[in-house]
């Protein structure tokens, strides 16, 4: 056997058959078996540079750990809607506030505000005139909308109870020179006021001079464009459980299933 040819060697793909792997160890001969080395590797080779979740990638051009399941976080773009119900009317009323619901009367007792669960940024706001008659106010009416919030998310939705967000003070002005005459879209852009979750969100218009000169109930839509961000982040992998994965190929293509504690893709 000793003067066998490696060539009459019988060959084998799985290591773990073979029982004995000679080499030296710069003293003496030694010998490992193939499910040793794979073991030894395992542990010397791979557990030692990295943490659950890691996964091993090539940095310029050598093994390298690195986070695992990060990825970037994404930013989404949504719409909050509301109107403003009789615009600036009566001339009694300075102060009027938008209706989420678009169904209450923006009076002194019944103004809207609306409850925000998560943190968000305001982008923009736009208001477009509804009614089917041209917008008519006087020569020295001075309009501003401002975005804010209660000051005591448990107290009244009222003017007394309001205070600006910041950065959301008068962010648009609605004058004769703007809004008289037509059916007007106005809109502020480029804004980053940032709204925490558990505010509740409130937009005023403050009429600071000049009357609408037009009729009543005239309305204005009015859209707050607004940003969520979600950050990225690892996933460890003790967090992955597949025990609800069914055992058996289910035969719908894309379908997930577990076979033999491998995640497998159905491709029927």
């Known amino acids: ?42 542990s010397n080779l791979y557990s030692p540079f990295g943490n659950n979740g890691d996964v091993l990638t090539i940095v310029n051009g050598a093994p390298a750990w690195a986070v695992g399941g990060g990825g970037g976080g994404i930013t989404t ?18 102060i009027e506030f938008v209706d989420w619901a678009g169904v209450l009367s923006p009076t002194g007792t019944h103004n809207s505000s609306l409850p925000i669960p998560f943190d968000l940024t305001i982008k923009r706001i736009t208001l477009k ?7 008519s106010v006087s020569a020295d009416f001075n309009y501003e909308v401002s975005i804010g919030k209660l000051n005591n998310p448990s107290g009244s939705s009222d003017n007394t109870n309001y205070v600006d967000l910041t950065g959301g003070a008068n962010v648009l002005t609605l004058t004769n020179a703007n809004v008289n005459g037509n059916h007007f879209l106005l809109e502020a852009s480029g804004l980053s006021i940032n709204v925490s979750a558990g505010d509740v969100l409130m937009v005023r218009g403050n009429r600071t001079a000049g009357a ?57």
Do not use: H
């Open 1 to 42: 056997m000793a003067n066998r040819k490696i060539s009459q060697f019988t060959t084998t793909s799985d290591i773990t058959t073979i029982e004995g792997l000679a080499g030296y160890n710069s003293t003496t001969n030694v010998q490992i078996s193939g499910t040793d080395l794979l073991s030894s590797l395992a």
């Open 129 to 135: 005139y509804l009614d089917t008659t041209a917008s």
């Open 212 to 268: 609408n000169t037009g009729g009543d109930n005239e309305e204005v839509m009015v859209s707050v464009e607004y940003e969520k961000n979600y950050a990225g982040g690892g996933l460890d992998a003790s967090e992955l459980d597949f025990s609800n994965l069914p055992t058996t190929d289910p035969q719908i293509a894309g379908r997930l299933y577990n076979e033999g504690g491998a995640v497998m893709v159905s491709e029927p």
């Open 77 to 94: 773009k949504n719409i909050l809607w509301g109107l403003i119900v009789n615009f600036a009317v009566p001339a009694s009323e300075q």
